[in-house]
């Protein structure tokens, strides 16, 4: 069966410091894959997408990246991490046509 | 896009009533719409889904209700539990990529 993990569950960092989130998934060939972001309270906000390796698409310019080194691994970064950066962030995948599977996300502080 | 600076609606209901919830969407190209479900501090879990081609699915105590013309979606739920309390989400996709999620709606079922 398919599994995707995510890591870690909970991230603490000062404002100016990198960051690397890091999801794999197994038991599946070529998912699709999404990096989304959660505000408290609020709704689901599509950071990024993947159909391939290499192959990021990105819905809002902001102050992250995504890299797609591996057919199962999605990683979201950024170099220099903001007070709004803050938030809870959600990996994703999905075959084709077929629902998103969610990690259990990563709930980050930036202080 | 995605409704990320509204805070979420809440809908309460009395235990054992039916609960429906709503979403418009905003692609008309989109063909495939899922319903999610989130609990706090969890990933959202899949509720139910159904493709362009249809206007109504059943699961078991859920119905999802589909009209293109209108770009509506919403989520009935049968004899509504206290376990069915959480924030509820719809996504539209085009092809099953690039899932987009409605802001959500807070369930509160009352005893």
């Known amino acids: 069966s398919q599994t995707i993990h995510q890591w870690p569950a909970t991230l603490v960092q000062p404002v100016g410091s990198p960051l690397s989130l890091e999801c794999t998934v197994e038991g599946t060939s070529n998912p699709n894959l999404y990096w989304y972001r959660q505000a408290a309270g609020r709704g689901l906000q599509l950071l990024f997408y993947s159909v391939g390796i290499g192959q990021i698409s990105s819905e809002v310019p902001q102050n992250l990246s995504a890299s797609r080194p591996q057919d199962r691994q999605f990683i979201l970064s950024s170099k220099k991490l903001l007070l709004s950066d803050s938030g809870f962030y959600l990996c994703?995948?999905?075959?084709?046509?077929?629902?998103?599977?969610f990690g259990q996300g990563t709930r980050l502080t930036v202080v | 896009g995605e409704s990320v600076g509204l805070h979420l609606p809440t809908l309460s209901v009395q235990e054992g009533d039916n609960s429906i919830i709503n979403c418009a969407y905003s692609?008309?190209?989109?063909?495939?719409f899922i319903w999610y479900k989130q609990e706090s501090g969890k990933g959202p879990q899949f509720i139910i889904d159904i493709r362009s081609n249809m206007d109504k699915r059943q699961g078991q105590r859920v119905t999802v209700l589909l009209n293109k013309t209108v770009k509506h979606l919403s989520l009935q739920i049968a004899a509504t539990q206290p376990g069915d309390s959480a924030v509820y989400f719809c996504?539209?996709?085009?092809?099953?990529?690039?899932?987009?999620f409605g802001p959500g709606t807070r369930l509160s079922v009352l005893p």
């Open positions: 692609n008309s190209a989109s063909d495939y």
């Open positions: 996504a539209e996709s085009v092809y099953g990529q690039n899932f987009v």
């Open positions: 994703a995948w999905s075959g084709r046509g077929e629902e998103a599977f």
